[in-house]
């Protein structure tokens, strides 16, 4: 089953001072966040230390039990063997000198293997994948895949739902949210899909995974790819290949991509549009893998119907599906 996606839906507010609920749409939330709007009940704003927030939707179908091993989840990482890749991996020579034992190594990787993982709506993945360029945790253009994958039908979900409990880079320890006996936890994401319902859990409550490539290049992008490199070549642009990323630079190379993506921008809420500018800088890509890249990016975010129907099939209710990217069986 799948939710229906949308970036653009309204937020329920819940005031923590007078304890007023409504729903708000993401402009009065900009509004909102610069204090240029306040609580319709006592009048506090975003300054007040418990004032309004964005919180979940009481008829979110993920707060019943009985839905959430039928929906969907979604997650994005830059790691192609997601959820079972091996965090040493990622560890240069430098990083593996210091751990000065093998023992320490391991210790190191089991803490790493005792964090919970998360996944939440297609929406939370797709926001957290351009979260983590905006925020400099990952490069432009680097590779990231969509996960979609199904729970075990009979996982045990801890009742009702706990705050977003991860620290600044989202890290929560597994048994600090499932105590013994419980799979699965439910959490308000508040960073992406703010509101939304996430996850967090271990390896065993999933079922079956799949993956994309990021970006998603459609049949009739090639126009527009086609019109942005012949612009670019007229205005002489090349991206530059190495050095730091320099988000801010004038020059004339620069101008002319800053002007190919402002329009796909603006077709985004505020906040997501920011995060797609960054995602799309133009950096160590070719002229023609720069375009593509940037049409392929906001397909995931505009037509999330062609990513689920294009690559995302496959029969999920057998423990082991294939795809034509492939996929784990992970049971
Ligand atoms: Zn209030």
């Not at 729903?23 to 609580?39: M, Y």
Request: charged residues 25%; proline residues 6%; negative net charge.
């Amino acid at each position: 089953m799948e939710r229906a996606v949308d970036f653009f839906r309204d937020r329920h507010m819940l005031c923590g001072h007078c304890g007023r609920r409504w729903v708000a749409d993401l402009e009065w939330i900009d509004r909102w966040s610069d204090s240029q709007e306040s609580c319709p009940g006592c009048g506090v704003t975003c300054e007040a230390e418990a004032g309004p927030r964005v919180t979940v939707d009481p008829d979110d179908f993920a707060l019943q039990d009985d839905e959430i091993t039928q929906f969907a989840w979604y997650h994005t990482s830059t790691h192609p063997d997601w959820p079972d890749f091996d965090p040493a991996a990622s560890l240069n020579d430098d990083s593996r000198a210091d751990m000065k034992s093998d023992a320490l190594l391991d210790n190191w990787v089991d803490v790493k293997r005792a964090k919970a993982l998360h996944v939440g709506t297609y929406e939370a993945a797709v926001e957290n994948m351009l979260r983590r360029i905006y925020d400099h945790q990952d490069e432009p253009g680097t590779q990231f895949y969509l996960y979609r994958l199904h729970l075990v039908p009979t996982v045990a979900v801890r009742a009702g739902w706990i705050p977003d409990p991860g620290n600044w880079m989202g890290d929560v320890m597994l048994d600090e949210v499932c105590p013994p006996g419980v799979d699965v936890a439910r959490y308000r994401n508040d960073r992406e899909d703010a509101g939304g319902i996430s996850l967090a859990l271990g390896r065993t409550a999933i079922l079956s995974v799949q993956r994309i490539e990021i970006p998603l290049l459609l049949d009739e992008d090639s126009g527009w790819v086609a019109a942005a490199v012949r612009e670019l070549k007229e205005a002489g642009a090349e991206p530059p290949t190495s050095g730091v990323i320099r988000r801010d630079v004038t020059s004339p190379r620069y101008e002319k991509a800053r002007e190919l993506v402002a329009p796909l921008a603006e077709r985004l809420p505020t906040s997501l549009g920011r995060q797609f500018v960054a995602a799309t800088a133009f950096y160590a890509r070719s002229i023609e893998d720069w375009a593509a890249y940037v049409i392929g990016l906001i397909n995931i975010i505009l037509a999330p119907e062609q990513a689920l129907a294009w690559r995302f099939h496959g029969d999920l209710s057998s423990s082991r599906v294939k795809t034509e990217e492939g996929c784990s069986d992970l049971r």
